[in-house]
């Protein structure tokens, strides 16, 4: 790995199923080598890589890097590429926009509307596993941890049933592209996505709910100006996709990290009051996200004894950082009682994720049931063989199968 990490750019390494399986080796050798690292994203865009704790925490705060695109010199890695209507959202734009948009969501995203969801969410994981418990074998994904989320943030925004495998399905073309996948694939699922939402927005216009989507809506027709009609497609979009991504694969990566752990597996079972600790656990040690969202800086910003150039981009890498031994003893431990675990899996200060509470919850939820109905849990796929999704952005099984 060392040899290669030396020749290639690091980002060469995302087809490779060894790197998927077990990219923190790679990432060990680049936080060694030095606090950042030019590389080349898969498309051919550069960036800078950014992979010690100590520098990529303050740098999620740092009002010097910006999130909007408008901030890109142009050449570097810039995300997708979306209509204005969809690019709206928190995850592009930077204060004062931000603040005003994440005060109008905070209002209605509440920690208490995501725990009302908790008996919903309960009920949703134990009527999925009974139509598996008969089997003996199941593929996770398919069976629960793709279609939990999905219908778990849907119910949350008012989203019909009905377009929930439309949904999962452009989602999927635009986050984990299938080899060969024509471009034109990832501009019909935008396509598709976006008239979906407008779709929602006016039926929900038409008749209001209890639903988050509702709210936001709300808000726009009586307050005038404080929400645009770009900036409510845009936060129905953001809320959507993230409230289905990161779930989908942290349940599969969690899942895994205990099954392949036996003994913290046991220690779960046996004290399941660690269910909370144990997904902060995951969520270090098999953390779904290797990046946060691609920054720029407004300046000249120097990191270590590096100079990014104004404009260029920045990934700050969550996966590194995570198995930092400077800031994590035993980093490559995976300890559910981990009491010291200050990851930054959701983000830090302004940019701090407000979907995460929903995202704990559900992960809680689901795993926990899951080993406590299943006893014998196993693998069903030796851990070298699991198929890994092709994408730098997201780290997730295309299939976890489990016998019981």
Same mark, same amino acid.
């Not at 030095?34 to 690292?37: A, D, H, I, S």
């Not at 994203?41 to 051919?44: A, E, F, I, Q, S």
């Not at 209507?85 to 709206?88: G, Q, R, V």
């Given at each position: 790995m060392a040899t290669v990490l030396n020749e290639q750019d690091p980002f060469a390494l995302v087809n490779d199923p060894g790197f998927m399986a077990d990219p923190y080796p790679a990432y060990a050798l680049l936080r060694t080598a030095?606090?950042? %690292?030019w590389a080349t994203?898969? !498309?051919?865009s550069p960036v800078w890589l950014v992979t010690r704790y100590a520098d990529v925490r303050p740098l999620l705060n740092d009002p010097r890097l910006s999130i909007s695109k408008r901030n890109s010199s142009g050449g570097g890695y810039r995300g997708f590429a979306l209509p204005p209507?969809? !690019?709206?959202n928190l995850a592009n734009i930077d204060p004062p926009d931000h603040t005003r948009l994440r005060r109008l969501v905070s209002r209605e995203f509440t920690a208490r509307r995501v725990e009302e969801l908790r008996p919903f969410i309960q009920i949703l994981t134990n009527q999925m596993l009974d139509r598996v418990a008969g089997q003996g074998h199941v593929d996770l994904m398919t069976a629960l941890a793709l279609p939990l989320p999905l219908?778990?943030?849907g119910e949350l925004l008012g989203v019909p049933n009905s377009e929930g495998e439309r949904f999962r399905n452009w989602t999927s073309t635009l986050l984990a592209p299938k080899p060969g996948q024509p471009p034109e694939r990832a501009k019909e699922a935008v396509t598709g996505l976006h008239q979906l939402l407008? !779709?929602?927005?006016?039926?929900? %216009?038409?008749?209001?709910g209890e639903d988050l989507i509702s709210a936001l809506i709300s808000m726009r027709d009586e307050d005038g100006d404080r929400l645009s009609e770009d900036e409510l497609t845009s936060l129905a979009f953001l809320i959507l996709w993230a409230g289905y991504e990161t779930t989908v694969h942290l349940i599969g990566n969690g899942v895994l990290a205990l099954?392949?752990?036996p003994d913290q597996l046991a220690r779960l079972r046996a004290?399941?009051?660690l269910m909370p600790s144990a997904v902060e656990e995951m969520l270090r040690f098999a953390g779904p996200n290797p990046f946060a969202i691609r920054r720029f800086p407004l300046e000249d910003l120097q990191v270590g004894e590096h100079i990014i150039p104004t404009g260029d981009t920045v990934l700050l890498c969550l996966a590194a950082s995570h198995r930092d031994p400077s800031r994590f003893p035993d980093a490559d431990l995976f300890d559910v009682g981990r009491e010291d675990n200050a990851h930054l899996a959701f983000g830090h200060g302004i940019h701090h994720c407000l979907g995460s509470a929903l995202a704990r919850l559900e992960t809680e939820i689901a795993v926990g049931t899951l080993v406590s109905r299943f006893p014998d849990l196993a693998l069903n796929t030796p851990v070298d063989q699991l198929a890994w999704l092709p994408s730098f952005r997201s780290r997730g099984l295309q299939e976890l199968p489990l016998t019981f």
């Open positions: 030095g606090p950042v %690292r994203t898969p !498309d051919g209507s969809l !690019d709206e219908t778990v943030i407008i !779709d929602m927005v006016a039926g929900k %216009r038409a008749k209001p099954l392949t752990h004290q399941p009051g």
